[in-house]
Structure formats: structure tokens, C-alpha cells
């Protein structure tokens, strides 16, 4: 029976790899956890337990052992969004976060996107798990969502 753990920062402050121990059961990570690790990258440039790295970087890696967290996916073209997961290795977890409806790229929309075609793409895959959030679930203020409704 699969059990539903929600960890603390310090869980994994203290052991970065803390999140593998609960491979078999389902792990929550509150945005108040993301947001105080966030604060804890390094701005100087060294890699420390949380590492931001161009796309560049990465081509001709396997990223091992690692959750791997993609942020604004909605951005990216499905070539660029495939050059990230397969470059998956053993033990590393893939996040694609993003809104679709609201994308930057002039050459991309709501279905031409790399989150959107990473998602219909590994839609039923048992190595994938998908979650869509609803407009009530999102913390944005009543002026953003009437803004998003007109614009």
C-alpha cells in the first residue's frame, strides 16, 4: 500500500538525496518547501545542493540520480523538451511545470509547446504521472485571473 509523505525543507537540506528513500510511495512537496530551497541556490555560480544549468550544458549527459525540475516548460519546443528527458539516467525524477496559456515564444501556442507535447506524448505511460491544476487551486489574485480572462 502506497503511502502519501509530505517532507519538510530541512529533510532535504539535511539529505539532498532523502527524496529516493520514497521511491515506492507518494512524496508532496509544498511550494512553501520549493520556494525556501529556491533561496538557497548559490548566486556566485558554484553548484551546490540545488543547481541551475543551460540547456547547452546538458547535451551529451545522463543526469543520474537527480529531480530534475523544469520551470516555464510551456516555453520550450517539444526538440528541446525531448533533449531534456532523454537525457534521463538512472534514478532521476523529471518535474515539467509551466501554463500553457501563457507562452513567450511567438513561434509556439498552446499545443505546439513542449510541455503540451510532452504531455500528450507520455499521456498513459506508466513511468509518468500527469496533474493538471485547476483556476481555484492556482494562488493568483482576483485581478490576474480577470486579466488572463480579458487579455
Known amino acids: 500500500m502506497k503511502k502519501t509523505y509530505v517532507l519538510d525543507t530541512n529533510v532535504l537540506i539535511q539529505s539532498p538525496y532523502a527524496l529516493q528513500s520514497f521511491e515506492d510511495n507518494k512524496v508532496v512537496l509544498p ?3 520549493l520556494e525556501e ?3 538557497l541556490k548559490n548566486d556566485d ?3 551546490g545542493v540545488l543547481a541551475s544549468e543551460a540547456m547547452n550544458f546538458i547535451r551529451g549527459r545522463s543526469i543520474t540520480y537527480t529531480y530534475l525540475i523544469i520551470d516555464e516548460a510551456q516555453n520550450l519546443t517539444p526538440k528541446q ?3 531534456i528527458v ?5 534514478g532521476t525524477k523529471v518535474i515539467l511545470l509551466g501554463d500553457p496559456q501563457q507562452i513567450d515564444n511567438p513561434l509556439l501556442d498552446e499545443k505546439t509547446n513542449g510541455l503540451s507535447y ?3 506524448k507520455m499521456k498513459g505511460s506508466p513511468l509518468c504521472f500527469q496533474l493538471t491544476m485547476l483556476p481555484a487551486e ?3 489574485s482576483e485581478l490576474a485571473y480577470d486579466a488572463a480572462k480579458r487579455m
Open 31 to 33: 511550494v512553501a518547501v
Open 37 to 39: 530551497l529556491d533561496k
Open 45 to 47: 555560480g558554484d553548484r
Open 81 to 83: 523538451v525531448k533533449g
Open 86 to 90: 532523454t537525457r534521463v539516467g538512472k
Open 118 to 120: 510532452a504531455s500528450k
Open 138 to 140: 492556482c494562488l493568483r
